[in-house]
């Protein structure tokens, strides 16, 4: 039974190149499809060049959204590749 | 995991490749094969042949291989060692910006993604918006 999982992120620094890069590594280590939300704005984790263009600056909130069956430890393990982000 | 997807960068300039390959590494795991072919023989401004196929040999680990290209002839000459390799698994050459395209096929290579997902993701970088 595919579920939903959400972890909102306050960034430590911007979501540029090399952080986009290291999240569609932890991403596409689960099932789930994961989104990362940011204001109106939203990106596949399989995208690098969509999270970059989320404009996703330090201090921002966005939200980390997992689809499917392991939708909760993607959710979370993607949020701490960002809440570690440099 | 299955072999991963090589890429390689054609560039008129030896510099732009290079410089292209090292940003690229930077955003993508150093376990994916970027290989460059910039220049012409001699390392001035234009592009080679056999530089073109020889990166194409080195990034050939068993997953295939995408090709990205700077401007006009780099595709042409990309063309011409393609069509004359006749490879049996034939490279893949993407038709995207040079810089997205490459972090974008780079990022999702290292993933242990598929030619197929590689391809796709360098061809979405055409539609990609900076901001």
Redesign the interface.
């Given at each position: 039974m595919p579920t939903s999982s959400e972890v909102p992120v306050v960034l430590p620094a911007h979501l540029h190149?090399?952080p986009?890069?290291a999240l569609?590594?932890a991403a596409?280590g689960f099932a789930s499809t994961v989104e990362v939300v940011h204001g109106e704005k939203s990106a596949n984790a399989?995208?690098?060049?969509?999270l970059?263009?989320l404009?996703a600056l330090a201090g921002d909130t966005v939200i980390v959204r997992a689809t499917g069956d392991d939708a909760e430890e993607a959710a979370k393990s993607v949020a701490e590749v960002l809440r570690t982000a440099e | 995991m299955a072999d991963l997807v090589g890429i390689v960068l054609v560039s008129h300039s030896e510099q732009l490749a290079h410089g292209l390959r090292e940003?690229v590494l930077?955003?993508?795991?150093p376990d994916v094969a970027v290989e460059v072919a910039g220049g012409t023989d001699d390392g001035s401004l234009g592009t080679s042949y056999d530089r073109i196929s020889a990166a194409i040999d080195r990034a050939d680990r068993g997953g295939g291989v995408v090709v990205l290209t700077d401007l006009g002839s780099a595709v042409l000459t990309t063309r011409t060692v393609l069509e004359d390799r006749g490879d049996e698994h034939p490279p893949v050459l993407v038709d995207a910006p040079f810089v997205?395209g490459a972090?974008?096929a780079a990022?999702?290579a290292?993933?242990?993604?598929d030619l197929d997902t590689v391809v796709a993701?360098a061809t979405?970088?055409r539609d990609?918006?900076?901001?």
């Open positions: 190149a090399r986009a890069g569609v590594r596409a399989r995208g690098v060049l969509g970059m263009g404009g | 940003l930077q955003v993508a795991t997205e972090v974008a990022v999702l290292g993933t242990g993604a993701a979405e970088a990609a918006h900076k901001f």
